[in-house]
């Protein structure tokens, strides 16, 4: 496994980490909680996308250049900054310094308005911007420009197979411990539910009874005009019978990114631990009890928390994705576009 060590004087500034793929929710702001780690300990991904400063306002930018930089819709502004920036936890950085005078924050801790606040304790060297403030997942994000891959030696971290996923994967239950939905389902369906428009053609969907139409029916019928519906939608991956919908929603490899492989129509990744839940979860199962049998005497556990609203996507991960599809120049998606980002707290996102 690497370590990143600093591009200047060669210090190391990680412990070992294995590449896995960028997390949805990476950029997501959260209402005013204290969210966890971005990463898992001892991984790391890379944002392909430019970030940082400088920006510049999308009327400056103008459309030609924003397509041409992968945006194909309004956006408040467009990062000028280096692709390729690095998220670490935190708690895997190494032989670094604040930058005193950028340490500021909104709330509670670092949002990283001001650029670069860790530099490389032996030379001093800008080399990453750590953000923990509320609303935030807490990461730091290496500047690609400042560090290098450098060999810590040891064995390579193994590629999970597409049928072991089920069993390595920890799954993510859609409501948090306060009643409130995961931010986590919030930004993975959001994701996903851009792309599931773009590849429906402006066609109604039919979608699935049971969890899958709890978090995407209601968008849809919002979001789609009325009618009966013309396409059909699935859940289709690993452990799972053969799918013959006209779109599967299948899982993402949490290491490689990659969608599973679907032989036919149209695909619409989900994050993975999502998608396991969704595909696989009983909301109510056996448990032992003491007394009679060893084995024999069993009850149901107790119903999983029910959350306090009802499910809505995120309305930023949403517009973000969707921004960066090129079916969204088709005037019927652009439309939407345009409706979601005027009304940020109307349906489906109130």
Not at 137 to 164: F, K, N, T, Y
Not at 306 to 312: A, E, L, N, Q, S
Request: charged share 20%.
């Amino acid at each position: 496994m690497p370590v990143f060590a600093c591009a200047g004087c060669g210090a190391v500034l990680t412990a070992p980490v294995a590449e896995v793929a960028l997390p949805v929710h990476a950029h997501q702001q959260y209402g005013h909680y204290l969210l966890p780690a971005l990463m898992e300990p001892g991984t790391y991904a890379v944002d392909p996308e430019p970030s940082g400063q400088p920006w510049r306002p999308y009327d400056e930018v103008g459309a030609r250049e924003a397509e041409a930089r992968g945006v194909y819709a309004p956006v408040h502004a467009l990062s000028y900054g280096p692709p390729g920036a690095i998220a670490l936890s935190p708690g895997d950085v190494r032989g670094t310094v604040p930058i005193l005078e950028r340490c500021d924050g909104l709330c509670c801790g670092l949002d990283g308005r001001n650029g670069p606040n860790l530099a490389c304790e032996r030379c001093g060297r800008e080399a990453a911007t750590r953000i923990d403030d509320c609303s935030y997942w807490h990461v730091v994000w290496l500047d690609p420009r400042a560090v290098r891959l450098a060999d810590a030696g040891g064995s390579p971290r193994r590629m999970v197979a597409w049928e072991e996923l089920r069993d390595e994967l920890t799954e993510i239950p859609p409501t948090e411990p306060i009643g409130a939905w995961s931010p986590v389902w919030e930004a993975a369906v959001a994701a996903a539910l851009a792309r599931l428009l773009a590849v429906s053609g402006g066609a109604r969907v039919a979608v699935p009874a049971g969890p899958v139409a709890g978090v995407f029916r209601p968008a849809l019928d919002v979001l789609l005009p009325p009618g009966p519906p013309v396409k059909s939608l699935s859940l289709a991956g690993p452990g799972l019978p053969a799918a013959t919908s006209d779109i599967a929603l299948v899982p993402r490899h949490p290491q490689s990114g990659e969608a599973w492989p679907y032989g036919a129509g149209a695909v619409v990744p989900l994050t993975a631990e999502v998608w396991t839940y969704l595909a696989f979860h009983d909301d109510r199962r056996l448990i032992a009890v003491a007394g009679g049998r060893a084995g024999d005497a069993c009850r149901e556990a107790p119903a999983p928390l029910v959350p306090y609203r009802p499910f809505r996507p995120d309305w930023g991960v949403f517009l973000g994705v969707l921004a960066r599809l090129p079916e969204v120049r088709e005037p019927w998606l652009r439309a939407i576009y345009d409706r979601v980002r005027k009304g940020r707290y109307s349906d489906p996102f109130l």
